[in-house]
């Protein structure tokens, strides 16, 4: 069986998931509505411009890290027979917390002053925001594994 990591060996696997990743963000952003939303679409657009292709990059370093992240849910939910959905949602805090920690040390050890000035921007809303995502988020796991 082996771990969701484990899966993105196949190459063709890991393109697939990338570009579904990318497209969960992009429809997570779009969904942002009020001022929080306008800083979260603009800070969005900003790092695009900034770098073209960089959102799939950075996925392609970070998803391992991610992956790690969610499995012990992800083991939880098959072993109990849970949607994963459904799993998310009971443990969203936690399951955002584990998410955030691998952009957070991200954050900490990086030397790009204008992402890591972005996202120390953004942190303090990141958690009510990746537990909005997470329906997304495990549909895209659900995917994988």
């Given at each position: 069986?082996?771990?969701?990591r ?6 063709p696997?890991?393109q697939?998931v990338?570009d579904d990743?990318v ?7 779009s ?11 603009a800070?969005?657009?900003?790092v ?9 990059k ?8 991610f ?18 959905k ?30 890591k ?11 009510k925001?990746?537990?909005?995502a997470?329906?997304?988020?495990a ?7």
């Amino acid at each position: 069986m082996g771990t969701l990591r484990d899966k993105l060996n196949d190459a063709p696997t890991r393109q697939r998931v990338i570009d579904d990743a990318v497209k969960t963000i992009d429809a997570e952003v779009s969904d942002k509505g009020g001022m929080g939303g306008m800083l979260i679409k603009a800070s969005y657009t900003m790092v695009k411009g900034l770098a073209p292709g960089i959102v799939p990059k950075l996925l392609n370093n970070m998803l391992p890290e991610f992956l790690d992240a969610v499995q012990p849910f992800h083991d939880q939910a098959k072993q109990s027979g849970v949607d994963l959905k459904q799993l998310f949602a009971q443990r969203s805090s936690e399951v955002a917390n584990a998410l955030l920690s691998v952009t957070d040390n991200r954050a900490a050890k990086s030397d790009a002053g204008s992402l890591k000035k972005g996202y120390e921007k953004l942190r303090p809303s990141a958690q009510k925001h990746v537990e909005a995502a997470l329906p997304r988020l495990a549909s895209l796991v659900a995917g994988i594994g």
